[in-house]
């Protein structure tokens, strides 16, 4: 059973910054790509950062220079470090992980909230 675990979200004051930790567990062979989403309230579910296999990142626009996607393979783990936050950050934060033959998790969410 594979079970992804997010945590670091809270309240925020802008211009703060956060660090989103999701952790992996369960049986597994290999993780491909790691990623991270976003859905505000009202909104579908954004895309915000991706981290490859081979480490290879890519950003959405909205947080292009405010965000960095890691990933520690050997504790399963995948971060999102966001600096310089605004109002418009404030969001669920999901993980997401593509499993090689097995297939794509989410972990439950985390909630990001950027507000003085």
């Known amino acids: 059973q594979v079970q992804l675990v997010e945590s670091g979200g809270g309240l925020v004051q802008p211009g703060g910054s956060l660090r989103l930790t999701c952790v992996v567990s369960?049986?597994?062979?290999?993780?491909?790509?790691m990623e991270w989403y976003r859905q505000a309230p009202g909104k579908k579910r954004d895309l915000v950062a991706t981290?490859?296999?081979?480490?290879?990142?890519l950003y959405a626009d909205s947080v292009n220079g405010r965000a960095t996607i890691s990933r520690d393979d050997a504790k399963k783990t995948v971060y999102l470090q966001m600096n310089s936050l605004k109002p418009e950050d404030t969001a669920v934060y999901y993980c997401?992980?593509?499993?090689?033959?097995?297939?794509?998790?989410w972990g439950q969410g985390t909630q990001v909230t950027v507000s003085s």
């Open positions: 997401k992980v593509d499993l090689y033959l097995v297939g794509t998790y």
């Open positions: 981290v490859t296999r081979r480490g290879t990142t």
């Open positions: 369960g049986t597994m062979s290999r993780i491909d790509n």
